[in-house]
């Protein structure tokens, strides 16, 4: 047959290749764990931005009054509320906005009115939805209710719900509320500087120089991680309050404000942004020094021209991370920010305080646009990041120099003076009977169940929720990822997948923790047995850390070549199989990693679980924050170190136990 022939034939028709049994169990897999982060994610969240543009306001127009002379008899006028207001002037136009529990008297139309008086009343609703309490009983029918005196004075009109942007109106008209953005921003911005720099310079002196104790340090480093960021602000309190140790170094200036939220910030910061930086200057190439040295640059120059173009991913991507932690914490500003309101802070008293849950609700719509927008532009910087390392690349090993190695051995110094400072006050807080007037040491503070905050089984339920949260996150984090990682085709399935995967980490915990409220809390929600559970405290704390484990999970099967499924698949073998025999035992060490992860954060969060704990439920970090706010302030401190002692032990048991079962199933790489 010609070429000009075959040029002709007609083309067939495109002939999709057949779904496997295992592409539709993985294809389904992936499909129920999405609808577990659209169910935990993706809902909440919408119900909560429903909520902020859900408006309470009275309408005097839809009901009528009718009162009668002393005997009883209803012969007078009826009577609009809103006409008896447009005379007497007793409510403004503030007045008829209110939340969604808001009530209005309707007694105050009436200035001679007595409970003792033998005039009786009558009250309806004039059009549909109109709605008006008498005690505790709803009335929302539109025939005439007759009260006497006694009873009219509980008479109150409910608002009706709308729809529309008075909220957010309502918010930017507040100076004081707006004033918050303005104050969130300045203190991350502040403690984003100051933690980056210090973090750079850590880092830089572990891995560019020849310094001792590089190990000691390090481990330093890590340890605010270990610690609810509460704890930072008891310390400064110690330190710098009103009855601290050294306050006379503030000159003066209060603890109790931005200089407080600052310095606690770069504490519990600082780790995130080190190890970010670390591993961003640990990946570099010997043979652009060596072209510095011989083009006869000066240090200061190669500094500028070679490390921190190379180091300049991690450094932005250290930055949006500081900043998105610190302008969406909760802990810190809430013990130690005094009146410098922060949105975090704001949404707290909205919910708690005022029980104003649409106002809570605006205030984590705004919470949420600056933490989005620094997460997609630090996503939009690393899809930019090039390889800096080449098969022809020679790793750089730092030179040795008493001058520089001595200097940054004293800089590292002062970091872990400064770390281990903060740590050692909160101890010092928990052991000392009443500072500043009985310094013995004692146990006293340790006896929890004397305090406010839940006692001892508020710390033993955070170990619960730790361990839970660690096996089932673990399963469902990984189990996830190897479904998005490892499926053939479904592209627009995966991508969407990993969109869900990625949306947790720009999601404030508060704004999490309010969300659940309004969704879960609903009598209408299926899911509404969960609320106030242990369990509806597992799936928030998994779903607020789900994304570094899911990256976590990804970096370590992109590393197992796709080999492995070609040739399961050529012996006819399940891919489940496959998954629990090769898969889990390769990529162990990451599991364990995520496992150790999920533990830690679930004993250290406040903010993803302040709204969502009940008497039964109560947890450390929040008996934390509970006890500080009752005055208990050194058990308070006793409480952040117990979780500090658990969480170092978690890590220890964790190593101990890696290097045992690593040892049996990571055998094949030392071979």
């Not at 009436?110 to 004039?126: A, G, H």
Request: glycine share 8%; with cysteine.
């Amino acid at each position: 047959m010609s070429d000009a022939t075959l040029n002709t034939l007609p083309e067939g028709p495109n002939i999709k290749g057949k779904l496997s049994r295992d592409d539709i169990i993985m294809r389904a897999g992936m499909g129920v764990i999405a609808l577990y982060l659209v169910v935990t994610m993706v809902f909440p969240l919408y119900a909560m931005l429903s909520k902020s543009f859900s408006t309470y306001q009275f309408d005097l127009a839809t009901y009528e009054l009718q009162v009668s002379d002393e005997e009883g008899n209803f012969s007078g006028e009826i009577l609009n509320p809103l006409n008896l207001n447009a005379t007497l002037g007793i409510y403004g136009d503030d007045d008829m906005i209110t939340g969604s529990d808001g009530r209005l008297p309707l007694t105050k139309l009436f200035p001679d009115f007595s409970f003792r008086s033998t005039v009786k009343y009558k009250i309806r609703n004039k059009v549909e939805g109109g709605r008006f309490l008498v005690g505790s009983t709803l009335h929302t029918e539109l025939d005439w209710l007759e009260l006497d005196s006694n009873t009219f004075r509980r008479a109150q009109i409910r608002p009706v719900k709308a729809t529309g942007f008075g909220n957010f109106i309502n918010y930017f008209s507040t100076p004081a509320l707006f004033n918050s953005i303005k104050n969130s921003l300045f203190i991350a911005v502040i403690s984003t500087i100051v933690t980056v720099s210090l973090a750079f310079w850590f880092a830089y002196a572990l891995n560019r120089s020849c310094m001792r104790f590089k190990g000691f340090f390090r481990l330093v480093a890590m340890a605010p991680i270990l610690v609810p960021s509460l704890l930072p602000g008891i310390a400064l309190v110690y330190l710098f309050g009103n009855q601290g140790m050294i306050k006379e170094l503030l000159f003066g200036a209060s603890i109790y404000g931005p200089i407080g939220i600052v310095i606690g910030s770069v504490f519990f910061t600082f780790p995130h942004a080190f190890l970010i930086i670390s591993t961003a200057l640990a990946i570099s190439d010997a043979r652009l020094y060596e072209a510095a040295v011989s083009l006869r640059a000066s240090p200061w120059r190669t500094f500028w021209t070679v490390t921190i173009p190379g180091a300049r991913y991690g450094l932005i991507s250290a930055a949006f991370v500081v900043f998105n932690l610190v302008i969406t914490d909760f802990g810190l500003p809430k013990v130690i920010g005094g009146q410098f309101n922060v949105l975090a802070v704001d949404i707290y008293k909205q919910v708690i305080g005022q029980q104003n849950f649409e106002m809570g609700a605006v205030v984590s719509v705004v919470l949420v646009i600056p933490a989005i927008l620094a997460f997609g532009i630090d996503r939009m910087v690393q899809s930019k990041q090039v390889a800096l390392l080449s098969a022809r690349s020679v790793p750089y090993q730092p030179t040795p120099s008493a001058k520089m190695d001595g200097i940054f051995l004293a800089y590292c110094t002062g970091v872990a003076l400064f770390v281990l400072g903060m740590l050692a006050v909160c101890q010092f807080a928990a052991l000392i009977k009443f500072w500043p007037y009985d310094l013995n040491l004692s146990l006293n503070n340790y006896q929890f169940d004397k305090m406010d905050g839940g006692g001892w089984a508020s710390y033993f339920n955070s170990i619960k929720l730790g361990l839970i949260t660690a096996v089932v996150g673990t399963s469902i984090v990984f189990f996830g990822a190897y479904l998005v990682e490892k499926s053939n085709g479904f592209r627009i399935g995966r991508a969407l997948f990993q969109m869900f995967a990625m949306l947790p980490m720009a999601i404030p915990g508060m704004v999490l923790g309010l969300a659940y409220i309004f969704f879960f809390n609903n009598p209408a929600n299926p899911l509404n047995a969960v609320y106030g559970t242990m369990a509806i405290l597992v799936i928030c704390t998994v779903t607020h850390f789900y994304t570094v484990s899911h990256l976590t999970a990804v970096t370590a099967l992109k590393q197992m070549d796709r080999e492995f499924e070609s040739v399961s698949a050529s012996l006819k073998q399940p891919t489940l199989k496959l998954f629990g025999r090769v898969t889990v035992p390769v990529c162990l060490p990451s599991i364990l990693d995520i496992s150790i992860y999920l533990f830690v954060n679930a004993m250290t969060t406040v903010s993803a679980v302040v709204f969502l704990y009940s008497p039964k439920t109560t947890l450390a970090s929040i008996a934390v924050l509970n006890m500080d706010d009752a005055g208990d302030v050194a058990p308070a401190a006793a409480m952040g170190m117990m979780i500090f002692y658990t969480n170092a032990a978690a890590r220890i048991i964790h190593l101990i136990a890696s290097r045992g079962i690593l040892k049996r199933t990571q055998a094949w790489r030392t071979q």
